[in-house]
């Protein structure tokens, strides 16, 4: 049976939702992201932004250069949650085989219905217009791998100030006559370094790596060369997965101002190490090894990692064990720009039983208790005095994953 492979991808989804909320915004230059004066970034960024030359991950300040007038929104991540859980949920009206890989993206394998892949993307483009008033992008193919890069081309194929709500189709038996003419970073697996290396080979288009031997790619890239030249003809076997493993949770946070005082940092550090518990409880999850991410004034970055004895979700042993990898890392004096906590290698916890369940039993119901005022009435509505001394910088929520 072929394969009938969609990649959706919601255009533009923070700024497409801003544009709901407000339409004064439609076609204007405007991007969602923290002020300039706060070191904030783009999170997402408008059309009519992006003709400007800004794009997403763009420190604010240099947006700001590029299109003095443009407009910041802080947004409303809250929403931006709902609505993808929406949109996601009508998804899985159409087949069990989805696969999100954001937050704004997701690939659905509909193999088994006997409509044209063509008019099945067209249907769900309408569904999304019409009941969500948000555009879209799709790509199809016979892969994952193919069909990204179809909405890819589809998007790029159609620039101006309004999203491009593209359809891009490749048939099959005609994945290597599209992908042959594409730069070679368009393939999936292909970093700067790769493509500067395939650059020095001669090698610029996905085409010419298809028609390089397969000796050739491996001796230059190994393993990796020969897995190369069947992409690079459109061969991916990969199928859509229905779920996916997180593998680590971690929140950070960028100062205003870099920051020397330790007192502060030892704050932050607090504030992000109750952050990440509160979330591993919501995921029912709980870590071995403890992360620290430290930036200095200078953009240097340094991650450092800590093991502990036991599986946790405790803010007090998140926040303990972060901070005396801090106390190891930290000059004395020198100024942070950013800092992060995160927790990783997870264990079921139902599985996790020892001498002190009593009392973690206790915390738990503790941590509940206090999560679920957090949830319901924001982050802020129980607050330790220490808290109060200084104003807290905003956090960014960081998940990884991995295919199950």
Not at 80 to 91: A, C, E, R, T, V
Not at 187 to 206: F, Q, Y
Request: glycine content about 6%; aromatic content about 6%; hydrophobic content about 35%.
């Amino acid at each position: 049976m072929q394969r009938k492979i969609l990649h959706i991808d919601l255009d533009a989804f923070f700024c497409s939702v801003e544009e709901n909320n407000d339409p004064a915004l439609r076609g204007k230059a405007f991007a969602v992201g923290g002020r300039p004066d706060q070191r904030g970034v783009v999170a997402s960024c408008s059309y009519a932004a992006r003709l400007r030359g800004i794009h997403s991950a763009m420190p604010m300040a240099q947006a700001l250069k590029l299109q003095p007038d443009l407009i910041i929104v802080s947004g409303r991540h809250s929403d931006y949650g709902k609505i993808s859980h929406q949109i996601m949920d009508y998804l899985d009206t159409l087949t069990p085989l989805i696969e999100q890989v954001s937050i704004d993206e997701a690939f659905l394998d509909l193999s088994d219905l006997p409509d044209s892949a063509e008019s099945l993307a067209s249907a769900i483009q309408e569904y999304i217009r019409l009941n969500f008033h948000l555009p879209c992008s799709i790509g199809v193919a016979t892969s994952k791998l193919v069909a990204k890069i179809a909405t890819d081309v589809g998007k790029a194929s159609k620039r101006s100030n309004m999203p491009p709500q593209a359809i891009k189709v490749v048939n099959p038996g005609e994945e290597a006559a599209f992908l042959a003419p594409l730069p070679t970073k368009a393939l999936w697996g292909i970093g700067p370094k790769t493509a500067e290396r395939l650059d020095e080979l001669g090698i610029r288009t996905i085409g010419d790596i298809a028609r390089t031997p397969k000796t050739e790619l491996i001796k230059h890239l190994g393993k990796f060369g020969e897995d190369l030249g069947r992409r690079a003809i459109g061969i991916d076997d990969s199928p859509v997965h229905t779920s996916h493993t997180v593998k680590s949770v971690s929140n950070e946070t960028t100062f205003a101002r870099d920051v020397s005082d330790i007192q502060i940092l030892y704050e932050t550090l607090h504030s992000l190490s109750e952050s990440v518990g509160r979330r591993l409880r919501k995921k029912n999850l709980k870590g071995t090894t403890v992360k620290l991410k430290l930036r200095w004034s200078d953009f240097i970055t340094l991650t450092r990692q800590a093991t502990l004895d036991y599986p946790t979700n405790d803010d007090r042993d998140i926040y303990s064990s972060v901070k005396e990898i801090f106390n190891k890392t930290w000059v004395k004096g020198k100024p942070v720009r950013l800092l992060g906590v995160g927790l990783t290698q997870f264990e079921n916890p139902a599985k996790q039983l020892g001498l002190w369940d009593a009392p973690q039993k206790s915390n738990n119901k503790l941590f509940t208790a206090v999560d679920d005022v957090r949830n319901r009435y924001g982050k802020d509505s129980i607050m330790r005095l220490s808290d109060l001394k200084y104003k807290k910088p905003s956090e960014t929520e960081i998940d990884e994953a991995e295919n199950e």
